[in-house]
T-cell receptor, first 117, second 116 residues
Framework: SQKIEQNSEALNIQEGKTATLTCNYT??????LQWYRQDPGRGPVFLLL?????KEKRKERLKVTFDTTLKQSLFHITASQPADSATYLC????????????????FGKGTHLIIQP | GAVVSQHPSRVICKSGTSVKIECRSL??????MFWYRQFPKKSLMLMAT?????????EQGVEKDKFLINHASLTLSTLTVTSAHPEDSSFYIC????????????FGPGTRLTVL
């Protein structure tokens, strides 16, 4: 099975700075990586999906990169705000990617991001 | 769009009883839904894939006789925890993908199960 590693359990960032979270994968090259936000006691909320043939993807203050050489995805939040404080999860599909939403996801442990005012 | 609901949000039950959790896709049809379990300060672990009109597919180590899954319609999947024990206490979350979601999954708000 795929191993997803999010090296930082917790990350403290000053408001207004850019927060950068790391996701590394082993065992096989995934067709995509996804990033989710999870608040305490709630289900994950989808943020961004980046495919193996995409280097970078953006959505408002969010940016995700995918480096297949380093087997790594970076997730950036620019101009961070206290409201961005949450746990961020990296996820991908199992081996034998089926596509079309037919794959259950393997998640990393998440990084708890704290944006300090 | 793409809203998934779960009911109940919290449930407390006695050891040995069974608990049913519902997962509904409110504004789309989902031929496939997924059930995850999350222990405190841990990540989500996929338990099973629920397929409309057919048997669920369980991940290794998940007891299919203990966690009964029924996907009777394109908008509803249920997870029944049978003969619950305290170690089954966890946060159970379902998800679904839309036909146009291209691999994106939409998660329900989760159900907190506490077995006394």
């Amino acid at each position: 099975s795929q191993k997803i590693e999010q090296n930082s359990e917790a990350l403290n960032i000053q408001e207004g700075k850019t927060a950068t979270l790391t996701c590394n994968y082993t065992n096989y090259s995934p067709a995509y990586l996804q990033w989710y936000r999870q608040d305490p006691g709630r289900g994950p909320v989808f943020l961004l999906l980046i495919r193996e043939n995409e280097k970078e993807k953006r959505k408002e203050r969010l940016k995700v990169t995918f480096d297949t050489t380093l087997k790594q995805s970076l997730f950036h939040i620019t101009a961070s705000q206290p409201a961005d404080s949450a746990t961020y999860l990296c996820a991908t599909h199992p081996p034998g990617y089926s596509g079309g939403g037919a794959d259950g996801l393997t998640f990393g442990k998440g990084t708890h991001l704290i944006i300090q005012p | 769009g793409a809203v998934v609901s779960q009911h109940p949000s919290r449930v407390i039950c006695k050891s040995g009883t069974s608990v049913k959790i519902e997962c509904r896709s409110l504004d789309f049809q989902a031929t496939t839904m997924f059930w995850y379990r999350q222990f405190p300060k841990k990540s989500l672990m996929l338990m099973a894939t629920s397929n409309e009109g057919s048997k669920a597919t369980y991940e290794q180590g998940v007891e299919k006789d203990k966690f009964l899954i029924n996907h009777a319609s394109l908008t509803l999947s249920t997870l029944t925890v049978t003969s619950a024990h305290p170690e089954d206490s966890s946060f159970y979350i379902c998800s679904a993908g839309t036909s146009s979601s291209t691999d994106t999954q939409y998660f329900g708000p989760g159900t907190r199960l506490t077995v006394l």
